[in-house]
């Protein structure tokens, strides 16, 4: 069974600083392109930042560019999100997402179940 699990969220002070890690097992992503995305209440899911399988080329959304980084570990079959100078409008549930065929919802096949990040003012 492919799983992705995310972990790293929780409670931060606005300016703080949280990792994210998502940890892939069941299948290896190696040669797959690999993204994280956020949904806060009320609001629909948002593309944060993706990269390519070997992370030589990363996409940031607007919002977050300067702030957040998106790296991946083949070796650890993971993929983390840094994510320095937060604000509060960053409060949302982080997801991470794997594309394989490209078929899945937003494009990617393969989904975790998230981790709640909350920036207070």
């Known amino acids: 069974q492919v799983q992705l699990v995310e972990s790293g969220g929780g409670l931060a002070q606005a300016g703080g600083s949280l990792r994210l890690s998502c940890v892939a097992s069941g299948r290896t992503f190696s040669s797959n392109a690999m993204a994280w995305f956020r949904e806060a209440p009320g609001k629909e899911r948002e593309f944060v930042a993706n990269i390519n399988w070997n992370g030589a080329s990363t996409y940031y959304a607007d919002s977050v560019k300067g702030r957040f980084a998106i790296s991946r570990d083949h070796a650890k079959n993971s993929l983390y999100l840094q994510m320095n100078n937060l604000k509060p409008e960053d409060t949302a549930v982080y997801y991470c997402?794997?594309?394989?065929?490209?078929?899945?919802?937003?494009?990617?096949?393969?989904w975790g179940r998230g981790t709640q990040v909350t920036v207070s003012s």
């Open positions: 997402a794997a594309l394989t065929e490209g078929l899945g919802t937003l494009g990617y096949d393969y």
